[in-house]
């Protein structure tokens, strides 16, 4: 079974402070996301990454950068944090392309005071 | 431009009735895949489901089923004689064939009380 662990299942930081949240997978899969959940949204990709040191943004990157030194890490920084990204934050990593599922951690809660 | 519809915001049902979770997805590809994914309160999301825009066969796994249509764009999911344990948020997702970004619906939570 793939394991994707999310470092912190509850965070709570507040306005300004630099926020890592870290993720790390066990199967070699060459794709990693990150993800915010919020009410009503769905899940929306923030950014993903194809392979170590690579990166894409996706539908909503601003107020957040990413990190991958290593195939098996991934890693979403919050520069300054803010209240509005006070939010679920879902970790997702995948094998190849297309027909692969992706497989998610159990999310990290972040409360932004 | 993707998009994933899930117009049920919340239903709820008592147990062993059935139900049915809507989606209606929206995509210029002509190849793509289709997933379901249930995120029970312990917040993992589970993958129960892939499709392929080729295959329009219904799935059957035990009291799940999916109804895929592609002339009217819709993947549908249905819970027979749900239970207790089908309470969660379920999410209906697209990607492109040769795509890796997948494209969420907003979810459905249900609700099935004993």
């Known amino acids: 079974d793939v394991k994707v662990t999310q470092s912190s299942r509850y965070l709570v930081k507040r306005t300004g402070e630099k926020v890592f949240l870290e993720c790390v997978q066990d199967m070699d899969h060459e794709n990693m996301f990150w993800y915010r959940q919020d009410p009503g949204l769905g899940l929306r990709l923030i950014y993903f990454?194809?392979?170590?040191?690579?990166?894409e943004k996706g539908d909503i990157p601003e107020g957040y950068s990413v990190s991958r030194e290593k195939k098996e890490r991934f890693s979403l920084i919050l520069e300054s944090a803010s209240t509005n990204q006070t939010s679920m934050y879902l970790c997702?990593?995948?094998?190849?392309?297309?027909?692969?599922?992706?497989?998610f951690g159990d999310g990290t809660r972040l409360s932004i005071l | 431009a993707q998009k994933v519809t899930q117009a049920q915001t919340e239903i709820s049902v008592v147990e062993k009735e059935d139900v049915t979770l809507d989606c209606v997805y929206e995509t210029r590809d002509t190849t793509y895949y289709l997933f379901w994914y249930k995120q029970p309160p312990s917040g993992e999301l589970v993958f129960l489901i892939r499709?392929?825009?080729?295959?329009?066969q219904n799935e059957i796994s035990g009291r799940y089923s999916w109804n895929f249509q592609k002339s009217t764009s819709s993947f549908n999911f249905t819970i027979t004689a749900s239970q207790v344990v089908d309470s969660a948020v379920y999410f209906c997702a697209l990607t492109p064939n040769a795509g890796n970004m997948l494209t969420f619906g907003g979810g459905t939570r249900l609700m099935v009380k004993p």
């Open positions: 499709r392929n825009s080729f295959d329009e």
């Open positions: 990454s194809y392979d170590v040191k690579m990166k």
């Open positions: 997702a990593t995948k094998s190849g392309q297309g027909r692969q599922p992706q497989h």
